[in-house]
C-alpha cells in the first residue's frame, strides 16, 4: 500500500503544471534529435545555434500560423571532406512541419512534417508524430521515414495502400547542390519508431528533462558530402540508441540544451 501511494504522489507530483515546448538541436519544436507535435506561437522567429563534436548547424525557424512551422538551415560538419579537405563542406536545406490540435483535451496533438524536401539529401526525413501533454509531462511517439531510419526499422505501414511505399529509390534522385524539391520519394521506404518524453523538474523552476530514442545511423544521416575522413570513424559511431539531456527555457525568448546523445558525444544547443 505505501508503495502504491508514492507511485500516486509522484503522478501527482509530475502533473502539476505545463512549461512550453523548447526547440530541439535542429531548431524545430521538439525533444533533442526528434520533433514534437506541437509549433511555437504564431508569428515566432527563432535562430538555433548547435554544436557537438562533429555538428556545427545553425537553423532559422519561423511560425507565421499556430499550424505552420517552417525553417532554413545551414550545416558545416568539422568531419566531412570538400575537395579533399576536411571541414570546408556545407550544407543547406529546408523543413517544414503542419500540425493539428483538436479541442478535445482526450486527443493528442498531431503533426506532419517533411525535413530537407529540397536541399541535398543530407537529412532528409518525413515523420508523422503525435504529442501528448500531462501538464507537467509530455509524451511524443511516431513513425519517422528517410534518414531516421538507421540499421533497423520497421515495413512501412503505408505499403498498405499502396505497394510502392515499400521502396525507396534514392539512388534514382539527382539531389544536385540542393534547392530542387523531391517528393517522390517522401514516407516512402521502412519507417521508424520515435519515442520521447519532456517531464518537467518541479524543484527547479523553467528547466526539463528530455529523453528520446535515438534511430539515426550517423553515417547515413547528416552525411556525407564528398566523403568520410579518418575523424569520422572517431566521431561517428552510435554507442547508445537513447538520448537525454536538460533544457533551461528563459521566459519566451528561447532556451539552452545540453544533451548527451549516442552514448558517447555531448550537444549544446542554444535558440
Given at each position: 500500500?505505501?508503495?502504491?501511494?508514492?507511485?500516486?504522489?509522484?503522478?501527482?507530483i509530475i502533473a502539476i503544471n505545463a512549461k512550453a515546448s523548447s526547440y530541439n538541436s535542429l531548431g524545430q519544436t521538439g525533444l533533442i534529435n526528434l520533433p514534437s507535435a506541437e509549433i511555437h506561437d504564431e508569428q515566432s522567429i527563432y535562430f538555433t545555434l548547435?554544436?557537438?563534436?562533429?555538428?556545427?548547424?545553425g537553423t532559422i525557424t519561423v511560425s507565421?500560423?499556430?499550424?505552420?512551422?517552417?525553417?532554413?538551415?545551414?550545416y558545416r560538419p568539422d568531419d566531412l571532406l570538400w575537395g579533399a579537405t576536411k571541414g570546408l563542406y556545407l550544407d543547406k536545406g529546408f523543413n517544414v512541419k503542419f500540425s493539428y490540435k483538436p479541442n478535445n483535451i482526450l486527443l493528442p496533438q498531431i503533426a506532419i512534417g517533411l525535413d530537407d524536401f529540397a536541399g541535398t539529401g543530407q537529412f532528409t526525413r518525413e515523420y508523422i508524430v503525435t504529442t501528448y501533454n500531462f501538464n507537467n509531462v509530455k509524451f511524443t511517439s511516431g513513425l519517422?521515414?528517410?534518414?531516421?531510419?538507421?540499421?533497423?526499422?520497421?515495413?512501412?505501414p503505408l505499403s498498405a495502400i499502396d505497394d510502392r511505399f515499400k521502396r525507396r529509390d534514392i539512388d534514382e534522385i539527382d539531389f544536385g547542390l540542393g534547392?530542387?524539391?523531391?517528393?517522390?520519394?517522401?514516407?516512402?521506404?521502412?519507417?521508424?519508431?520515435?519515442?520521447?518524453?519532456q517531464i518537467n523538474i518541479p524543484s527547479f523552476r523553467?528547466?526539463?528533462?528530455?529523453?528520446?530514442?535515438?534511430?539515426?545511423?550517423y553515417f547515413s544521416f547528416a552525411c556525407c558530402g564528398e566523403g568520410l575522413s579518418a575523424q569520422s570513424y572517431r566521431v561517428r559511431p552510435k554507442e547508445s540508441d537513447v538520448n537525454f539531456g536538460?533544457?533551461?527555457?528563459?521566459?519566451?525568448?528561447?532556451?539552452?540544451?545540453?544533451?548527451?546523445?549516442?552514448?558517447?558525444?555531448?550537444?549544446?544547443?542554444?535558440s
Open positions: 500500500m505505501n508503495k502504491f501511494k508514492y507511485i500516486i504522489s509522484f503522478i501527482l548547435t554544436r557537438s563534436s562533429f555538428l556545427k548547424l507565421p500560423f499556430d499550424w505552420l512551422e517552417a525553417s532554413y538551415f545551414y519517422g521515414w528517410g534518414k531516421f531510419v538507421g540499421d533497423r526499422g520497421i515495413s512501412n534547392g530542387k524539391p523531391n517528393f517522390k520519394t517522401i514516407f516512402h521506404g521502412r519507417a521508424t519508431p520515435l519515442v520521447g518524453m523553467d528547466l526539463t528533462f528530455k529523453i528520446e530514442n535515438n534511430p539515426f545511423d536538460l533544457s533551461y527555457k528563459y521566459k519566451n525568448f528561447g532556451n539552452i540544451d545540453i544533451s548527451y546523445i549516442k552514448g558517447n558525444t555531448w550537444n549544446i544547443s542554444l
